[in-house]
């Protein structure tokens, strides 16, 4: 079943152009063609899978009707885009998908003219085909000219606040622009709140073969044979709370819900809309995540992210785990912890497996919110909770707190409320790529008066820092870890109340001192042991703190030591920028103190293994053991023996 499929239409397929060839009859195989090779692609590499597999008859009717890269197609988060990558002359380049040098795993604008807007967080997509739009009637210069704006959202993600923005500002402006709503019913997590109740409400109430007929429902878009037959089907759907009463009060013209799969739905209202709008649209689509891989369709996060399967039975392909991941560890210290405290609870925004809260959820459901795709909401309902008197944990990845960094500024640290924040896939991700890269998170809260920052050297450290965070209620404090397995560390018990703002030593030694922040520590002690083998013992100390920093620490390993390098994952202004601040005020650089230090490159790191990402940061351990003997001189007269 690792063959590749047979794909005599999409053979003839270089560029979208080449689907003006086909009769409708055919792209409807072709769509079948395009499914089974986007699932033997992520067959073979990993990656995002029921979301495409849900977008392939909308994909290949977007490029059938539309003219890319001249009308701009914006895919929201765009986890859904290897069926557009596909058609758009990257087929052959389908098996470097998230591997290094190859494909992004999503929409990525240097990588090809087909993609007009890169993104892999979510709800930007409404803002930036607005911006397309206006670029285009103000006569805006762009390479591969301007036609129509469609961004493609999904029901998830029009859930977040700054989609509403651009739709209540698109029907403000009554530009002409194209929202095609993807409403799966099933985002990464399922959809929280209100509006996924509200589109589940459009068509639960009423038999889906009435709403098929209801799908050229918007009257005056139509030819005038079918008028009447449509406005018969709109006025039968009034009375079914069906239709777009939402959108229709911000502005847009609304269409649907049609059927997603039904290709002899999707293309004429597709061809209608593009002869005929002239304000903003937004068109209604029901599509199924997974659809047409029954594994995909039966998993409970329909295929969402995958590692290499097996095509014929879905199996995932994964390594045997040698240690726990962090994420997981995370979530068993935070039970254990609950288990002893009923005011702590758990706040994630839409990531619930993701971050590990999955098993709080199970166990203390009253005390476990998602909050959907809404980063700014959850920080500040954190700040609510923890002004009432409970004991929030806020679990978000590092890329995705980003999002509510305002509220973190304005609603927490400000008011010095006792929020925790766990902060996961800290550092360098992997197969994501410098999107969800979590580069920056410890420059953006180290600078906050009152913020305690903490990173975990292993999984050990983590529980200890879960149990830290659980017990401080002055102020707001931070906890990061890195996606993956840990170091495979003794486990404790319970995880034991650190001191706020104090390191630990690891090993003693001369000349040089080496200050770790997070889980660069096992490279530094790996450097440290190549480094004995030259004669040099340096001292290894993990200072567990950014803010407040262990001065103690810091100043005796400054003042015994001939030279200091910390080391962190995480870019330049966070933990060895506060240690460089400390050293200048105390005078320590008059005294001639030698001082490195290690953090991330000022670029954005493409994807690779996380490995091969560290190398390109030089921060693994060949790259410590040589910062060592620079800063040492034992490297230059290596070089002039």
């Not at 038999?207 to 050229?216: N, T, V």
């Not at 660069?520 to 100390?541: F, H, N, Q, Y």
Request: a negative charge; aromatic letters at 6%; charged letters at 20%.
């Amino acid at each position: 079943m690792s063959d590749k499929p047979a794909t005599p239409l999409l053979d003839r397929v270089t560029l979208p152009s080449d689907l003006k060839q086909f009769s409708d009859a055919e792209l409807v195989r072709l769509a079948g063609e395009v499914r089974a090779e986007t699932i033997h692609a992520v067959s073979q590499t990993g990656g995002h899978l029921g979301a495409g597999l849900g977008v392939v008859e909308l994909t290949v009717a977007l490029h059938a009707v539309f003219d890319a890269p001249r009308d701009k197609i914006v895919w929201d988060v765009s986890h859904q885009c290897y069926p557009h990558k596909i058609l758009t002359g990257r087929r052959d380049r389908m098996n470097t998908l998230r591997q290094e040098g190859g494909l992004s795993g999503f929409t990525k604008r240097s990588e090809s003219p087909f993609d007009p807007f890169g993104a892999a967080h979510s709800s930007t997509s409404i803002s930036a085909a607005l911006g397309f739009a206006v670029a285009r009637d103000l006569g805006g210069s762009c390479d591969t000219g301007h036609g129509d704006a469609i961004a493609v959202i999904g029901d998830g993600s029009i859930s977040a606040g700054m989609a509403y923005e651009a739709l209540n500002n698109a029907g403000h402006l009554k530009k002409r622009l194209i929202v095609i709503l993807n409403d799966n019913e099933m985002s990464i997590a399922p959809p929280t709140g209100a509006m996924s109740s509200y589109l589940s409400r459009l068509y639960a109430e009423a038999p889906f073969q009435d709403l098929k007929a209801a799908a050229k429902g918007a009257v005056s878009f139509l030819p005038e044979p079918f008028r009447e037959g449509a406005k018969r089907a709109k006025d039968m759907l009034k009375g079914m709370t069906v239709g777009g009463t939402l959108f229709e009060q911000l502005g847009f013209s609304y269409l649907g819900p049609i059927d997603g799969h039904d290709m002899e739905q999707l293309l004429p209202v597709l061809r209608t809309v593009r002869q005929r709008a002239t304000g903003p649209i937004l068109i209604h689509v029901l599509t199924k995540k997974g659809k047409g891989y029954r594994p995909a369709e039966h998993a409970a996060d329909k295929g969402h992210a995958r590692g290499k399967f097996d095509v014929l039975t879905g199996e995932q392909k994964k390594a045997p785990s040698n240690a726990p991941s962090y994420t997981k560890v995370f979530a068993e210290a935070l039970l254990q912890e609950a288990a002893h405290d009923p005011q702590i609870c758990a706040v994630t925004a839409a990531m619930p497996d993701g971050t590990g809260l999955d098993l709080f959820a199970e166990r203390y459901p009253s005390r476990c919110f998602d909050v959907g795709i809404a980063e700014q909401h959850g920080v500040t309902f954190c700040a609510g909770l923890a002004a009432g008197g409970m004991k929030p944990f806020c679990a978000m990845y590092s890329t995705f707190l980003q999002r509510g960094y305002d509220q973190v500024v304005h609603d927490v640290a400000i008011q010095r409320l006792p929020v925790r924040f766990a902060i996961d896939r800290a550092g360098l991700v992997g197969a994501d790529g410098a999107t969800h890269a979590g580069s920056f998170d410890v420059a953006y809260l180290a600078n906050l008066p009152g913020f305690v920052v903490m990173a975990a050297a292993d999984e050990a450290e983590l529980k200890h820092m879960v149990a830290t965070a659980a017990a401080h209620n002055d102020g707001p404090i931070a906890f990061r870890y890195p996606r993956g397995e840990g170091e495979g560390v003794t486990m404790p018990e319970r995880g034991e109340v650190l001191e706020i703002g104090k390191g630990r030593m690891i090993q003693k030694g001369k000349g040089v001192a080496i200050l770790s922040f997070g889980t660069r520590l096992g490279e530094v002690m790996k450097a440290s042991e190549a480094l004995r083998a030259r004669g040099i013992t340096p001292t290894v100390a993990d200072a567990r703190f950014a803010k407040p920093l262990d001065r103690d620490l810091i100043l005796r390993l400054a003042a015994e030591h001939d030279a200091l390098i910390t080391i962190e994952e995480g870019a330049v202004g966070g933990f060895g920028s506060h240690v460089a601040q400390l050293l200048a005020e105390e005078g320590v650089f008059d005294r001639g103190l030698k001082y490195r230090s290690m953090v991330l490159p000022d670029i954005f790191i493409d994807q690779a293994s996380p490995a091969a990402m560290y190398d390109v940061a030089a921060m693994n351990a060949e790259h410590i053991e040589a910062k060592v003997l620079d800063v040492l001189g034992v490297a230059s007269l290596d070089k002039r023996a």
